[in-house]
Each structure stands twice: as structure tokens, then as C-alpha cells.
């Protein structure tokens, strides 16, 4: 069921709000924003939009779609429109930050993320991105994160940088809407982690022989993935012959059109994104930072600070990394029978593929979810990426 708001958040129509629609396409995801469509006549599209139209809401899920784009089509069955955008997720996108962030954990990951959105949504200029984010009271942070967040990155995207890792996500919500022209948005933010479903009484398993999927897709791609790093640094020549050995096996030194360079460096190696089935063999790539003076104080050479320049390197081979990553991904179409959808499983979660044909048993985190609406019915995809593939007894 879809529920129509307008701008400062109430419910619109005498019918309780309710859409009339043709189709739904409500895609969910846990990496990075989703975004819905709506399919209707064109007289039901006049109605709403003569009533303010402004927010999509999916009755039971957790998101709510934001109206930002609107297409017109006339056949010669009838006159129709699609209305479609984002979650209000990218609302956050709204705030962004002008100097490089480097998010240190030493005290939590929460600490880090609260300075960082304060930082972003500062008011400059005379102008607040955003009246208030803050975070809800049943967030799940993870222990620990190292990562930085480029200049000018907005907000929503660089929170799910932080987040990048296992299976966290969010979800923004809205709790304060505008009542006039010169009011604000506030939003309200909840950080979860996906439920472990690959064991025990509450166990999710899919799979035809189950009989709970109508087809499954599987993908893998490992012709571009990149595991093993010499990332280097360029530092003063005044300081070079204090950066130790411990931190910085690479070190030398290069002319290039008549200059010379001092380069310090280190090594950077994820197992998991290595080839398969050949050895100990990894494909080498060679990157050169270029950690700013906003990141890290390149001429402080004390141990802490060599340790600290040692971490950033190695986050700036990490985010390469995840660039070139290889792609394996699992799609099911899913029959609602055996299990219960957003109750038994929802998105984050990690669950249980068997795929009969290729004799393969996976455990995987549900990274998007595409709901269909249409016709009274709803057909639900689940993608699971990046699986880990288990033995079968």
C-alpha cells in the first residue's frame, strides 16, 4: 500500500492518503541509496499533485521516497505519468564538508561520525544544508573503522564509506518537515547491522530445492580485481632519513626532469580479493597518495605520527581495493512462502544460497532488495553480494 505527503509531512486525500497505481517499483539497498517509481494514470497524478504531492510512503518499510522527477505519456490507451526519485537517505547529501576527514576510531566509530556531520552541516554563509541530523537511540555502530572521506563528499555517500564494512547500513527518517518556507528539515539517522541467519532456529535458506525461489542468478568477475599494494609517498628530503624502516620498508629516492624525489612507502595485501586457484599468486598495483596537510602532518616524524601516516597509506590502498573488487553476486527471485518477508529476513541480513546446478552452498548479506507492486501482488528480489562460499556435507 503507498501513502502520499506533502512537503511538511501530512498525510494528503480524504481516502487516507492512498495512492491508486498501476505499478511499483521499490528498490531497496544497503550500500548505497535507493530509489522507487510509480507508475499511474494521469488523472490520479493530477489529484495528488493538485494536493501537494511531495513524499512516497511504502506502508511497512522503513524508507520513504522523495518525488524529484515526473514523466508525462499519452497512448492511445490513456494519458499516464511516472513519478520517481530517491529515499530520503539523500537528503543527507544536502551537508558536505570542505577539507579531508580522517576518521579515527580510538574512541569509538560513533565520535567520529557525529564530528564529521557536525562539520558538514556547519552553517557557512548565512546557510544551514540542514536543520538537525541526529542519530537514533537503537544505532548499532561497528567497533572500529579506518577510512577518510575526500573534500566535498557529501554527507550520505560518505557515510556509507564509514560504513562500508560487514553488514551495516542505514536509515534516514525525517522528524521535523518544514511547516513554512523559512523552517528546516531535520533528520533522524539509525545505523543497524543485519542479523546472522546462517545458523540455528531462525536459519534463512534459498534455494529451489526448498521450493521458496522461482529462478536464481549468479554472477562472478575476478578479471579485474587488485589484492597486493606498494603505496608511496612523496615527504621533504629534510625529513626523509628520519622515517623508519618499521613503518616504511620502501624507501628511495628518484630524479624525474632534473628534480629529485624522496618516497617512503609500505605494503598493502587483502586475501580476500585475490585470484583464484592460482597459488600465491597477486596481481601487484602501484599507488602513489598524496595524503594532504588536512590528513596528517607529513614533516612530524615521531613514532606515533609514522605509525598514523603508515595507516593512512594503507586506508588509500583499501579504498582502491574496494574500487577493483571482484564482482560475485547472487539474485532469487523469492517465492513469500516458507519465510516472511522484513520479518524472517530483511535487508543486511546474512542468509544461506544453495544453487543445485553449479553443487554450490553459499552464505551471503542481502545487499539490495527490488520489490514489484502491481496488481495486488508483490514480487520480491533479493541480490547478495560478495558471498562465501561453504563447504557441502
Not at 121 to 139: Q, W, Y
Not at 186 to 208: E, H, I, P, Q, W
Not at 219 to 248: A, I, M, P, R
Request: proline share 3%; with cysteine; aromatic share 12%.
Amino acid at each position: 500500500m503507498l501513502k502520499a505527503k506533502d512537503w511538511k509531512g501530512n498525510i494528503i486525500g480524504s481516502n487516507g492518503g492512498n495512492i491508486d497505481f498501476i505499478e511499483c517499483a521499490w528498490n531497496r539497498n544497503l550500500k548505497e541509496c535507493g530509489d522507487f517509481m510509480v507508475y499511474l494514470a494521469l488523472a490520479e497524478y493530477n489529484r495528488l499533485n493538485k494536493l501537494g504531492l511531495k513524499y512516497v510512503e511504502n506502508v511497512g518499510r522503513p524508507e520513504l521516497g522523495i518525488v524529484q522527477k515526473i514523466e508525462y505519456e499519452k497512448e492511445t490507451k490513456g494519458a499516464f505519468v511516472t513519478i520517481s526519485g530517491f529515499f530520503v537517505d539523500k537528503l543527507l547529501d544536502f551537508a558536505t564538508y570542505r577539507k579531508k576527514f580522517v576518521v579515527d576510531t580510538s574512541s569509538g566509530v560513533k565520535p567520529p561520525i557525529v564530528d564529521y556531520l557536525s562539520k558538514a552541516n556547519a552553517t557557512v554563509g548565512g546557510i544551514k544544508p540542514l536543520g538537525g541530523i541526529e542519530f537514533s537511540e537503537d544505532s548499532t555502530f561497528p567497533l572500529e573503522q579506518s577510512c577518510e572521506i575526500e573534500e566535498g563528499e557529501k554527507a550520505g555517500e560518505a557515510l556509507y564509506t564509514i560504513l562500508s564494512g560487514d553488514n551495516y547500513g542505514y536509515i534516514t527518517s525525517i522528524n521535523h518537515y518544514p511547516q513554512t518556507p523559512t523552517d528546516n528539515l531535520n533528520l533522524s539517522v539509525k545505523v543497524f547491522k543485519g542479523r546472522d541467519l546462517t545458523k540455528g532456529d531462525s536459519a534463512v535458506y534459498f534455494g529451489k530445492a526448498f521450493n521458496n525461489v522461482s529462478s536464481v542468478e549468479y554472477k562472478f568477475d575476478d578479471s579485474g580485481n587488485q589484492c597486493f599494494y606498494e603505496v608511496l609517498q612523496d615527504v621533504n628530503e629534510q625529513h626523509y632519513g628520519n622515517f623508519s624502516t618499521t613503518y616504511f620498508p620502501i624507501k628511495y629516492t628518484e630524479k624525474n626532469n632534473g628534480e629529485m624525489s624522496y618516497l617512503i612507502g609500505c605494503y598493502f595485501n587483502w586475501d580476500s580479493n585475490a585470484p583464484e586457484n592460482v597459488g600465491n599468486s597477486k596481481p601487484k598495483a602501484i599507488l602513489k597518495a598524496s595524503l594532504s596537510s588536512d590528513e596528517v602532518d607529513l614533516e612530524n616524524t615521531t613514532t606515533e605520527n609514522q605509525k598514523k601516516i603508515r595507516n593512512l597509506l594503507e586506508s588509500k590502498a583499501k579504498l582502491d581495493m574496494l574500487d577493483n573488487y571482484k564482482v560475485e553476486e547472487i539474485a532469487c527471485n523469492v517465492i513469500q512462502e516458507k519465510y516472511k518477508y522484513l520479518q524472517d529476513y530483511d535487508l543486511g541480513d546474512k542468509c544461506l544460497v544453495y544453487i543445485d546446478d553449479l553443487g554450490l552452498t553459499y552464505s551471503s548479506v542481502i545487499t539490495e532488495i527490488e520489490e514489484t507492486h502491481k496488481s495486488n501482488k508483490i514480487e520480491i528480489k533479493v541480490v547478495l553480494g560478495t558471498p562465501r562460499k561453504l563447504k557441502r556435507g
